[in-house]
């Protein structure tokens, strides 16, 4: 049972973007999408959304990305150990925000590629863990739960503790009976491939 709320507990939002994109031969965070790009679509959601805060990690090309994304009002942490694989930007992103904010009750990790990714999707996650009271509320489609998810503080200590290679999911599923999950239609586009934007966004 997640712990109660109240306006003076804050739910923030972690961008996983420190990937090298090494399969789509250049940075997808930079690919242009709906007159920004794809890291900057997924913060201006977030920006857009309920949630109070939102920390962007970093990794693989990161001056470059830093650059152009500097006019956000955003945390920036730059994850120096980003070959070791999604856990490490988990842990760094959540250290990070937890730093800067007094009182936070969830986090909700998201990751920059999702192409119809909203801020309705976003504020369905923190409208559904404040009603059913559930600590995980992960994100269903094309048969799973995955991103965007968001976990209570209670998880926070589980969360810091994921091995390097691997992601959030292997908590969700050490605790399905503890997830409530929300549908998110197309969620399970996004882009690996030179090809994917141009299939996938129709």
């Given at each position: 049972m997640c712990?109660?709320?109240?306006?003076?507990?804050?739910?923030?939002?972690?961008?996983?973007?420190?990937?090298?994109?090494?399969?789509?031969?250049?940075?997808?965070q930079l690919i242009p999408y709906k007159n920004s790009t794809l890291l900057g679509h997924t913060i201006q959601c977030t920006l857009n959304s309920k949630s109070n805060e939102t920390v962007v990690v970093?990794?693989?090309?990161?001056?470059?990305?830093?650059?152009?994304?500097?006019?956000?009002?955003?945390n920036i942490v730059i994850n120096q150990n980003w070959k070791?694989?999604?856990?490490?930007?988990?842990?760094?992103?959540?250290?990070?925000?937890?730093?800067?904010?007094?009182?936070?009750?969830?986090?909700?990790?998201?990751?920059?590629?999702?192409?119809?990714?909203?801020?309705?999707?976003?504020?369905?996650?923190?409208?559904?863990?404040?009603?059913f009271k559930k600590p995980i509320v992960a994100s269903e489609y094309d048969g799973t739960l995955g991103v965007p998810v968001l976990f209570d503080k209670e998880f926070f200590p589980e969360l810091l503790k994921i091995n390097?290679?691997?992601?959030?999911?292997?908590?969700?599923?050490?605790?399905?009976?503890?997830?409530?999950?929300?549908?998110?239609?197309?969620?399970?586009?996004?882009i690996d491939k030179s090809n994917d934007l141009s299939n996938r966004s129709k």
């Open positions: 712990s109660d709320f109240s306006d003076n507990y804050k739910i923030c939002t972690i961008i996983l973007a420190a990937g090298e994109s090494k399969r789509l031969g250049t940075p997808k970093l990794g693989a090309n990161s001056r470059l990305i830093q650059k152009k994304i500097l006019n956000f009002p955003i070791m694989g999604m856990g490490c930007s988990i842990r760094a992103g959540l250290e990070k925000i937890e730093s800067v904010n007094n009182n936070l009750q969830a986090v909700i990790l998201l990751v920059c590629d999702q192409l119809f990714l909203t801020s309705k999707t976003i504020d369905h996650l923190i409208e559904s863990y404040l009603s390097g290679i691997s992601g959030a999911k292997i908590v969700v599923k050490n605790h399905l009976d503890q997830v409530c999950s929300i549908p998110f239609p197309k969620g399970e586009f996004d």
